[in-house]
């Protein structure tokens, strides 16, 4: 089933053409990597799908309902689409728990006790719950960015997208989150993933996508073969500059 599609979608900020003519469908259940150089617009588009950037042209569509940035709907068009950022944005004064479930309660207005139960339980099984009265500025970056990933989970979104959620962590602390990830990835969560962590990609995606200059240069099922032996040249002189198994 076809949950998120783009077409034909065109993004630029002044006269610099971030993303040209970009046409994605993502089906239930799939996971989608996202690789490319620095600056090639792998971000921007992530943030195009849940309408923090305004396009300039083309359509993005969740469960066949349009997404327009700053249109009265897009507050609940956002909560189909989670989003877990590089850089954390947990409330510094709210304890785990508190940051977690204050989109639930405050944003879809469910209950606090029903919201509390499943953070616990989600919390639970990314190892976290000892860790539920602690303030941000206790956690390590790994924990950080697992709560953030349980508050994105804990609003039942339909498509969870993932920009470089590893890049602001030490080595050690990579593992514990890529970890988390993959657990999502069998439990059938839908996918978008920008990384740099090309073994991680590997070893997730159902589809591989490479951006290059705002364009898709390459996109593939065959995730292995094209990590042998990519289709283009970019995409050759782009994995050369990475060790991975």
Do not use: W
Not at 61 to 88: C, H, N, W
Not at 216 to 230: G, H, L, M, N, S
């Amino acid at each position: 089933m076809e949950l998120l599609k783009v077409t034909h979608l065109h993004k630029e900020f002044g006269q610099n053409t971030v993303l040209n003519d970009i046409n994605l469908s993502v089906e239930k259940g799939e996971v989608v990597v996202i690789i490319g150089p620095s600056g090639c617009g792998k971000s921007t588009f992530l943030r195009c799908l849940n309408g923090l950037e305004e396009i300039q042209g083309g359509v993005i569509t969740i469960s066949g309902l349009p997404v327009e940035a700053g249109k009265r709907d897009i507050t609940k068009l956002r909560q189909k689409i989670g989003m877990v950022f590089q850089s954390y944005e947990l409330f510094p004064h709210k304890t785990v728990l508190e940051n977690i479930i204050l989109a639930p309660t405050k944003v879809q207005k469910r209950d606090k006790e029903e919201a509390t139960k499943e953070a616990i339980e989600l919390l639970d099984k990314v190892g976290l719950v000892d860790k539920k009265d602690y303030y941000p500025r206790q956690l390590s970056g790994g924990q950080k960015q697992r709560v953030a990933i349980v508050r994105a989970l804990l609003m039942h979104p339909e498509v969870i997208l993932f920009d470089e959620v590893t890049a602001a962590l030490d080595p050690e602390m990579v593992h514990e989150v890529l970890e988390t990830m993959i657990a999502l990835a069998k439990a059938g969560s839908t996918m978008l993933i920008v990384t740099h962590e090309m073994a991680f990609a590997k070893a997730i995606a159902d589809r591989i996508i490479f951006i290059d200059k705002g364009d898709i240069v390459e996109e593939t099922r065959d995730v292995k073969e094209f990590f042998i032996e990519p289709k283009t040249e970019r995409a050759k002189k782009f994995l050369k500059t990475f060790a991975y198994e």
